[in-house]
């Protein structure tokens, strides 16, 4: 039958478009499409040649196995061919094999050993006198690289055998096939060091495992930290050998050689699919990947009698689990908000079948990811779907960049409530910055606003607010301080009483402090400590909501003004009141003072630091009159623990309009919901705080009492009280309960007051 033109060509194509991807795959380490696409096209080409015996030809990429060895390694010459594997994608392929199997043989049932098919690369061993001499990569099958040096640095691989030659013990020329892997966490270890130095990032653990072995310094393959398993053998001299495959395993176990512990060995094709199922189960349990099953005729006669195609045994296939990995094109980026306000970029995928399910969306992270893969709308991508996981983009493919490809734009506003988004300084996430009133982040903001820290509203737990979020009673957190009898009754699982209940506690809630009422917006990164600090510094709210980013943070030190030359500086302002730099046309008022700083006679002072401060501070006057230490800050903000991300997510959350609003709600005099001390006091203070007894004194609290250290504590500080970890002359008061261990011996010795849990009521009311 003569061969179209067309078919000609396009097996032409098949195997140029192969023979690259074997060099990318097998020589590189760095393949250019996922294995399901490589799979499809070696298949194209096979059933070409069957279909046309013509255009087979000997070179062909169906005829041989892997890539010849690179240059960079010595040769290595295999006594015994390492062959690839026959393929079964489905059931009916895997009970083809089967059938073919007992008809050559012509048995009815035929015995397997069952084998996880790790997916890393095959090497072999060589032991001459029990003693590891040679290792090589499978290479073209018959000519691999000599690794030798490298494969001494495993530490599953035995270096000597255990046992001893002879009869039962192991035969004076052995070699050993397995195949050498990664972890998932050694992967994701390398993967990690390679993206923090720059280095070569893998797309999945074989390569990464070949790109490890494969190295000319053998030091660096250590750090690897690869592993082997076994699960055959090339040629065998000077002893009689079992005659089963599994038996060879077991007695090369015995010597030291690592073995899968999943190896099993079954009997008959339904035994087989048994088998396939359950480890394809377990598949995403395992620390190691996987790719499928390989079933091996067990007994070796049979074996020999099956014997061998172009590159793979007729006695053995693998069986594939469906790919996890696809290619596919970006349509679209959108952006999802989470509970916590987090954007999450999201690709639409034209549909594709992944590890059996069709995926159309997969996850891109966050904005760091999407710059990182370089992932444009328009590409082609790999996605990966593993188990339960959500598929995610793994990377793109820049040499299918359709022209005009766009990059990903992160959105200005929030999707849902169109807030502001930000994205803070060295942050890879992206947020809304609608906290108080998002949609999406509602449940969240309403649960934190009413938690024990926060607004400490008893008896609104997590299931309530999820009620009254989905009733539509509540949309922000001042909506609770509308609710009525009626209307809380009127939800499942609400009894007059309970009702009641709530009522008075968000009653109670009310009273409160401004630290706490801070902390209760739910700003990013503002915590109990931080808020405690804002109120303090502030005093009240409007002053806070207010604070520009010049409050918030006190300028950066200035470069080369260490506190010396501030120093310096200062007392030569003061004793030069009236000089100052001459205006002259031309120059600004900011040259002029940079000019002047850089010619006095201030010592330690160099013309870039007196620039610096010129910009700063612009004009003298603003000099005169600050204090060295001033001059010279660090980057600290006058308030601790507010940096520029801080103060950059404070920002945002008082400049939406729509957490404003939910604000001026709950401090609307006519629902009363807030009510806090005068903001002239420190604001930390719960009402009358002033004259309590404990006011100003520090306490430790020692051993078990009858209520949680968390709660007296916390009842102590409203009162005033520092409460600290450790007794020490500053300390006032020793609160011991039952078993106190050091402490209290420590106060005893410092002759601190120690009191136990009959004062603990007293204390608590003040
Ligand atoms: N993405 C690409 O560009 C690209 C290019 C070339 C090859 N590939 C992939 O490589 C594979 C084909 O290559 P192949 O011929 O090297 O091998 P294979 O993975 O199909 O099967 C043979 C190999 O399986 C391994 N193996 C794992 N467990 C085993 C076990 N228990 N018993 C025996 N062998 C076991 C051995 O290394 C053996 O050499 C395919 O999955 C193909 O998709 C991909």
């Known amino acids: 039958m003569s061969v179209p033109a067309s078919e000609r060509e396009r097996a032409e194509v098949l195997r140029r478009s192969i023979e690259y991807h074997n060099d990318r795959y097998y020589r590189q380490d760095d393949p250019e499409i996922p294995d399901a696409e490589y799979d499809r096209l070696l298949r194209e080409l096979q059933d070409l040649e069957a279909r046309y015996p013509e255009l087979r030809r000997a070179d062909s990429p169906t005829q041989r196995v892997g890539a010849e060895p690179v240059s960079s390694f010595d040769e290595v010459e295999h006594r015994l061919p390492m062959l690839s594997l026959a393929n079964a994608f489905d059931e009916q392929e895997l009970r083809d094999f089967d059938r073919r199997v007992r008809e050559a043989l012509g048995i009815e049932r035929v015995r397997y050993s069952a084998e996880p098919k790790l997916d890393g690369l095959a090497v072999s061993l060589l032991y001459q006198d029990g003693i590891l001499t040679q290792a090589a990569t499978r290479g073209d099958g018959h000519r691999g690289e000599d690794v030798t040096a490298q494969v001494r640095t495993i530490r599953d691989v035995p270096l000597r055998l255990r046992g001893s030659e002879g009869a039962d013990g192991w035969p004076s020329l052995l070699e050993v096939r397995g195949e050498v892997f990664l972890t998932y966490a050694r992967f994701e270890a390398i993967n990690e060091h390679a993206r923090r130095s720059g280095g070569k990032v893998f797309a999945n653990p074989r390569n990464a495992a070949a790109g490890s072995l494969r190295q000319l310094d053998p030091s660096i393959t250590a750090a690897r930290g690869l592993s082997m398993f076994c699960y055959g053998l090339g040629a065998v001299e000077g002893a009689s050998w079992s005659d089963s495959h599994s038996g060879s395993l077991v007695r090369i176990a015995h010597w030291g050689l690592p073995v899968s512990p999943e190896q099993r060995v079954v009997e008959g094709v339904e035994d087989c699919i048994g088998y396939h199922t359950a480890i394809g189960a377990r598949r995403n349990q395992l620390d190691y990947a996987i790719d499928g099953v390989v079933f091996k005729v067990d007994r070796r006669p049979d074996q020999e009698r099956l014997g061998f195609v172009a ?113 803070a300084e060295g942050e890879a996430v992206a947020r809304c910055t609608g906290g108080l009133f998002c949609p999406a982040q ?44 009626e209307q809380l009754t009127q939800l499942d699982r609400m009894g007059e009483k309970s009702a009641q209940n709530l009522l008075a506690a968000l009653d109670t809630s009310r009273r409160t402090t401004l630290a706490r009422f801070i902390y ?54 003061e004793g030069h009141p009236d000089e100052s730099p001459e205006p002259s046309p031309g120059v600004s008022v900011q040259e002029a003072l940079a000019e002047w700083l850089a010619t006095r006679p201030i010592r330690g002072l160099k013309p870039d630091a007196a620039r610096a401060i010129a910009e700063r501070f612009e004009r003298i ?60 006091d420190t604001a930390m203070v719960e009402p009358g705080r002033a004259s309590a007894p404990l006011n100003g004194k520090t306490v430790v609290i020692t051993g078990s009492l009858s209520l949680p250290r968390d ?38 010795d410092l002759g601190i007051e120690v009191v136990g849990e009959e004062a603990l009521d007293d204390l608590l009311a003040g």
């Open 520 to 573: 209760a917006l739910g700003i990013r990164e503002v915590g109990e400590a931080t808020a405690r600090a804002l109120a303090e510094h502030f005093g009240d709210l409007d002053a806070l909501m207010g604070a520009g980013a010049a409050e918030l943070l006190a300028p950066a030190g200035i470069k080369g003004v260490g506190i010396k030359t501030a120093e310096a500086l200062v007392s030569y302002l």
């Open 621 to 680: 006057e603003r000099l005169r009159g600050i204090s060295a230490a001033a001059l010279a800050a660090g980057q600290a903000s006058p308030i601790e623990g507010i940096g520029p991300v801080v103060a950059a997510h404070i920002r945002a959350f008082f400049s939406q309009p729509h957490n404003r609003e939910v604000i001026a709600k709950l401090r609307d005099p006519e629902i009363g919901a807030i009510d806090w001390e005068a903001p002239s």
């Open 311 to 423: 590159r793979a045994p007729r006695w053995a296939i693998a069986y594939k689990f469906p790919a996890q990995e696809e290619l596919t094109t970006v349509e679209a980026v959108e952006f999802q908000v989470g509970r916590t306000g987090a954007l999450t970029p999201v690709a639409r995928l034209a549909p594709v079948q992944v590890g059996g399910v069709t995926v159309s969306n997969a996850t891109l992270h966050n904005m760091d990811e999407i710059e990182r893969k370089d992932v444009r709308i328009g590409d082609t991508v790999y996605v990966r779907r593993a188990g339960d996981v959500i598929p995610e983009v793994i990377r793109a493919l820049p040499e299918r960049r359709p022209f005009g490809a766009e990059p990903v734009q992160l959105p200005a506003h929030c999707p849902v409530c169109h807030s502001d988004v930000l994205r």
């Open 711 to 748: 709660e007296i504590k916390r009842r102590l500080e409203a009162q005033g009280a520092k409460v600290t970890g450790s007794v020490s002359k500053n300390t006032d008061l020793l609160i011991a309960g039952a078993d106190p261990g050091g402490k209290l011996s420590r106060a005893q």
């Open 442 to 485: 509602r449940k969240e903001a309403i649960k934190h606003f009413a938690s024990r820290r926060a607004m400490d509203i008893e008896g609104l737990g997590d299931k309530l607010v999820s009620q009254l979020v989905d009733t539509g009673l509540v949309e922000d957190p001042a909506d609770l301080y509308r609710l009525s009898l």
